[in-house]
């Protein structure tokens, strides 16, 4: 089996990162985590840390870093993470998440940020046009819906426009973006943790693209170790 890894990818909303991550998540046979489907989890099965995440999410501001913390807190400490490793998935998003992120590792390590660029003209077309599941979250478009009657292709779930992808929202989603969460790649670069890939274009050439520049990071570490 391929070795674990320990990755994290940004990138804006709607830059692609949910259908990349899963991707990614099979190919190192490491588990996806996106605090975004977490907290929208939580949001439907009504629970105490739902009902603080959604007022937060619906307007499209951040949930508190000390929510998000304690959430991710848990899930890094499940024995699949620690085995083998995870993709991270709109965490981390602020500096402070992303000091509090490698306190929680050390001594550990991740072995690569990706950043997926993608033009804001572009991501405002795509989150316009987006759909998703709302029992498993896969994601269509009003350019590519599921085969029957916006019922999901996966799971037989409903496919709907998500409830922050309002133009209100997304505006602010996008601004908070390039305030909170774009200083993290100088941050990571500076760390020398950082990839870039182009995120538009043909997905699967993306994925490609994605698994290159991890494969790359892991050979030059494995030099250095021998
Ligand atoms: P998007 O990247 O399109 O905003 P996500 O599904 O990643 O979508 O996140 C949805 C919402 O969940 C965010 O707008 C925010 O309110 C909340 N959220 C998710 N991850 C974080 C995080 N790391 N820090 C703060 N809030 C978060
Ligand atoms: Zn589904």
Known sequence: MVPGARLIILGKQGA????????????YVVPHISTGDMFRAAVKSRS???AKAKEYMDTGELVPDEVVMGLVA???GL???KARGFVLDGFPRTVHQAKGLAELLAPDEIDLVVNLEV???VVLRRLAGRRVCVDCGANYSVDSPP???WTCDICGGEVVQRQDDTEAAI???LDLYERETRPLVDWYAERDLLAEVEGVGDPDEITGGLVR???????HSLGRRV
């Open 147 to 149: 085969r029957l009657n």
């Open 16 to 27: 692609g990162k949910g259908t990349q991550c899963v991707r990614l998540s099979r190919h």
């Open 119 to 121: 033009p804001t003209e």
């Open 79 to 81: 024995d699949d993470t």
């Open 213 to 219: 520049v991890v494969d790359q990071r892991r050979e």
């Open 48 to 50: 105490e840390l739902g």
């Open 171 to 173: 505006r602010r989603r």
């Open 74 to 76: 848990e899930r890094l």
